[in-house]
């Protein structure tokens, strides 16, 4: 069972369930954040857009006590629907992210928080919520996306690098820890992926858009490498024989030379952007 919560442009399979990630406040009505359950044993704090929530509170066959009129609500519902029913997830994707372009100095404080939220905060803590459950079952798979950016500071993706760069550490200490009790932690990198993110972005420079376009790999490119590799228990892979060139390559380099050399790169593409908000 796969529980991807990202874009609907983003990497998925075709059995997902497709949820739109956003920051928000999680109770429309009150504005509470996180929610508990009645009995206060489930704690959500990350939020979703799911447009289907009505459908999924219906099919529920144990009656839940709904604490908010958020939709996000019946990720909690679900968890206990599966507890009760004795369905286990035996594979977890954590595919959500958003990304932030331009000067660091220039960005809005609430952005980059949100980003750290939902990048770092909302990984982990599913991660714990579900890792826990496999690893009391002596068995599962977690699989993480990361990005091929997190392998090296990333001049007008600084903030976003960076929680990609958590993202890898904190899977392989994770692994680490799961590893005697049966359940295996992989970390996929991309690099392009032709989703919404360019757009979302509000990158239009030509060269640039070309660039990424030339250089990406479909969603389902990337999904089939991040899902193999977690069959074979790898660690951490990057997706694409472009990127894993760039990564040995930058992997040699003195830990300030590719940050100076994207840096040139991306001014030549994009002429020092503006900051902008970009969803995976």
Known sequence: VGDL?????????????LVHERLAIVDPSGGAQPLHSEDGDLTLAVNGEIYNHRALEGALRKPYAFQSGSDCEVINALYAECKSRALDVGFLVNNAGIGLFGPA????????????????????????????????LGTGSILNVGSFAGLNATPYFASYAATKSYVLAFSLALRAELKSSGVHVTCLLPGYVRTAFDGNAGIRNPAYLKFSESNSLSAAQVAAVGIRAAARNK?????????????????LLPRTVPPSIMKSFLDRLVHKPSSTGASE
Request: charged share 20%; net charge negative.
């Open 105 to 136: 100095a220039d960005m809005a404080e609430s952005e980059v928080e949100a980003m750290v939220n939902l990048n770092v905060s909302s990984l982990s803590n599913l991660c714990s919520l579900f890792g826990a459950d496999m690893q009391k």
């Open 5 to 17: 919560r990202g874009e609907s442009a983003g990497v998925v399979e075709p059995r997902a369930l």
């Open 235 to 251: 660690a951490w892979t990057v997706a694409g024989a472009r990127n894993k060139f760039a990564a040995a390559l930058f992997s």
